[in-house]
C-alpha cells in the first residue's frame, strides 16, 4: 500500500472509534464529586468614617519682580557702517569628465565657475548645484564631439550653459560663467604593457 491509502484507512479507523466512543456512551450525566471548601469568614465591615473636611492651603506667594539683569538685554542694534558684502560672488561647479556624442569615446573635462551679482543668488546655486550639473551633464552629453572642439564650439557651448543656467537662478543675475578648464580628448589608455 503507499502512503496516501494508509493514511486514509487510519483516518476512517479514528473515526470509527470517535463516532463509537460518542454515541455509545450512557445518557446520564456524571456526578460532579464534592470539593472541600474552606469554612467562611463572616466579613466585617468597617464603619463608614466622617467625610474630612477639606484642607484650606494658604495661597502661593507671587514673588516680587526682580531687577532687570543687564546680560539679559536686547542684542545690540546693528551699526550701519558694518554693510552687508558687495558683490560679484563666485562658485565653483568642480570638474566634470562628459562623455559627447559621435564616432569613439572622446570627453569633455570642463571646469566651471560662476559669478552671480548677489550672495542670495549664491546661495541659491549652492544648494542647487545638483540640479545645475545634472544640466550640464545632459546638454554636454548631447553634443557631438567636433561641435565641442575649437574656440568656436566652446563659445556656443558657453553661450549656452550660461543662458540655460541663468534661466535657472531665479533669486539674482548670473554675470559670467567661466571655463577654468576645458579640454576635448579621447580616454587617456593604459600602456599595452602595463596592467
Partial sequence: MNQMTRMGVMFAILLAIGLYGAFSGSDEKPEPTPVAKAPATPKTRKAPNSPTPPIKRAPDPIPAPSPPDPTDAA???VVADAAAPQGPFAYSLGEHRI???GEGRRFLTVKIDLVMNSAKARDEVRRRRGQLVRMLFFLCSKRQAEGTMGSEGRAR????LHER???AIKSGDLLELNFVRYEVGAPQSADAGSE
Fill in 157 to 160: 557651448l558657453k553661450a549656452d
Fill in 165 to 167: 543656467f541663468g534661466n
Fill in 75 to 77: 542684542p545690540p542694534e
Fill in 99 to 101: 562623455l559627447l556624442k
